[in-house]
């Protein structure tokens, strides 16, 4: 888990906006996304991505598999929806191992696409398929033009995930509350709650677990100075030492509902982590197809909706390519969320991260 983790936080730096900008992503998608590369690539190729992923395919497939089904229990009616599709020109000879290995992958589908005759159609069914699986919360993964006539060939994931708390909030309890924003003092409606609850403090951050139906938990992370600050000096050690902290208590919360969303290309994030080769006319596609093949970017959407039921979200990871020539109750502890913070949210018992978002302004 910590591997996964550490992959979050690196990539989180680099693609990530100034921190006093709310922003999402799903560290989930894009893993999956980069997974099913590392699958599909050798040599240097593959190394350089299993560099930047901390891990091996076989072992990130064994904890975005085990994410990616939810417990059931009576009563809960969790939704989860992943689909992991490989997107490829008629022509394009497509290596029967590569087939093979992709039907491990959850949601997994080999599907034709009319990249060169019609760009355009292309692009619209890749959007409409995207668009089916996250509830249309994702709409348009793929802008105008980034189907390009030489794009032969495109690897997606999407995801869709809705979970209800354990224990919902009353809504009649939510009220405007102070929330210090970087560009000043807002009210916002903030949901309120006193029950017993995952928490942690240490090393100058709380952690506040909240949990969800099918073995999803959130987890609000919470700086006790600015987050500006404390978000940069966030390390793998520390949000593991956190995560495994979590006990069981009394906890007076205070937490703002939010929406928040994000978009990113992640071609310059990843070559900053050392993904260098899978952009130039180097990239080794063989254990893919006899083509000669290079990614020409690839695009990120995420959205999460948080209120007094539960939470929403949906994300989206693209990578197109195109042929080279790419026991004593204590004291309740009050937590009021009235300032910028982290909020994850990940599979409780795999550690997988569906979303990681930085909240500066819920409002």
């Not at 229990?73 to 087939?99: F, M």
């Not at 509830?135 to 030489?150: C, F, I, K, N, Y």
Request: glycine share 6%; proline share 7%; with cysteine.
């Amino acid at each position: 888990m910590n591997d996964h983790l550490d992959f979050a936080l690196a990539l989180h730096e680099k693609l990530a906006p100034p921190p006093t900008k709310t922003f999402c992503w799903s560290p989930y998608s894009v893993s999956s996304a980069l997974g099913l590369a590392a699958t599909a690539t050798g040599g240097n190729t593959r190394e350089e991505l299993v560099a930047a992923l901390r891990d091996e395919p076989a072992n990130l497939l064994e904890l975005l598999g085990s994410a990616s089904e939810l417990s059931a229990a009576s009563g809960e009616q969790p939704v989860l929806a992943v689909a992991n599709t490989l997107w490829a020109h008629a022509d394009l000879p497509i290596e029967e191992s590569y087939r093979l290995a992709l039907k491990d992958w959850p949601g997994s589908a080999v599907r034709n696409a009319p990249f060169q005759e019609d760009p355009e159609a292309a692009r619209e069914l890749i959007n409409a398929d995207v668009a089916e699986t996250t509830r249309d919360l994702v709409p348009e993964l793929l802008p105008t033009g980034a189907v390009h006539p030489q794009t032969v060939a495109a690897l997606v994931n999407a995801l869709y995930l809705k979970v209800s708390w354990r224990e919902a909030f009353e809504r009649t309890k939510t009220t405007q509350r102070p929330f210090h924003a970087p560009d000043g003092d807002r009210d916002v409606p903030t949901m309120t709650a006193a029950r017993t609850l995952g928490h942690a403090a240490t090393d100058g951050w709380q952690a506040i677990g909240l949990p969800a139906a099918g073995g999803v938990e959130a987890v609000v992370l919470l700086p006790d100075g600015d987050l500006a600050a404390a978000e940069g000096e966030l390390t793998t050690e520390r949000l593991a030492g956190l995560l495994g902290a979590l006990e069981q208590r009394k906890v007076e919360l205070f937490l703002p509902r939010f929406k928040v969303s994000g978009g990113a290309e992640l071609t310059d994030p990843l070559g900053e982590l050392g993904v260098r080769d899978l952009f130039t006319p180097a990239a080794d596609f063989t254990p893919l197809t006899d083509r000669s093949l290079r990614v020409s970017e690839v695009l990120h959407e995420s959205v999460l909706d948080v209120d007094e039921a539960g939470l929403e979200g949906a994300a989206a990871t693209a990578m197109m390519m195109r042929l080279t020539a790419i026991v004593r109750e204590p004291e309740p502890v009050r937590v009021e969320v009235d300032r910028p913070f982290l909020f994850l949210v990940r599979h409780r018992d795999s550690g997988a991260l569906y979303f990681l978002a930085r909240i500066t302004d819920p409002s």
